[in-house]
């Protein structure tokens, strides 16, 4: 369909306050949030706070290029993570959403391959993914345009 799912600033506000609220009753209290960059650090930002969780970091992957547009697989961009610090640690992977579900599928493994305890939690999921996350605030098969990629970026001609 070329209908599109619109997440706007206030809803984004509300999605995250409520996936807190989600993971805090689930009783997983993270050690420390991880974004999947770059679509996932402003969820991961308010969501740790709103846990209260101090240790934050962020793991930089690329796969869309564009609407329906992916690269071969998933790459993961500099800088590197420290995922060996994370073993033992309970982890709380965000991501803004787990379409295909590669990206997640990809962060999920390499950090539970150095002995993380992880959960993830995402905005949406789509029918389609590979990896269902933890904690989902809605579901929807549409392209979502989120607040902070519904705009180009800023140029001398549009600021
Ligand atoms: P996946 O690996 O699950 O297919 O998606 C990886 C990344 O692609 C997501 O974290 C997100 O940044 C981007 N992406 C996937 N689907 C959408 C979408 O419907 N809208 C937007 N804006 N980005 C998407």
Redesign the pocket.
């Known amino acids: 369909s070329d209908e599109r ?1 619109v997440l706007g600033w206030d809803d984004f506000g509300e999605a995250a306050r409520d996936l807190a609220r989600t993971v805090h009753a689930s009783g997983f209290a993270p050690d420390i949030v991880v974004a ?1 960059a ?3 650090l402003l969820l991961a930002g308010a969501v740790a706070y709103a846990l209260g969780t101090k240790s934050c970091g962020s793991i930089n ?1 690329e ?2 290029t564009d ?1 329906d547009k ?1 690269l071969p697989e ?1 790459v993961l961009l500099p800088p590197a993570l420290d995922a060996p610090a994370l073993s033992g640690k309970r982890v709380l992977l965000v ?10 599928r990809l962060v999920v493994d390499i950090l539970t391959g150095h002995g993380a305890d992880v959960r993830s939690v995402t905005l ?1 999921s ?1 029918p389609r ?1 590979v990896l269902e996350p933890d904690y989902v605030w809605r579901r929807t098969d ?5 607040p902070w ?1 519904a705009l180009p970026p800023v140029t001398k001609e549009n600021s």
């Open positions: 799912e999947v770059r679509g996932g992957v796969f869309y609407i992916t998933p991501d803004d959403v787990s379409d295909s579900g590669r990206t997640l949406y789509k993914t549409k392209w979502i345009t989120f990629s």
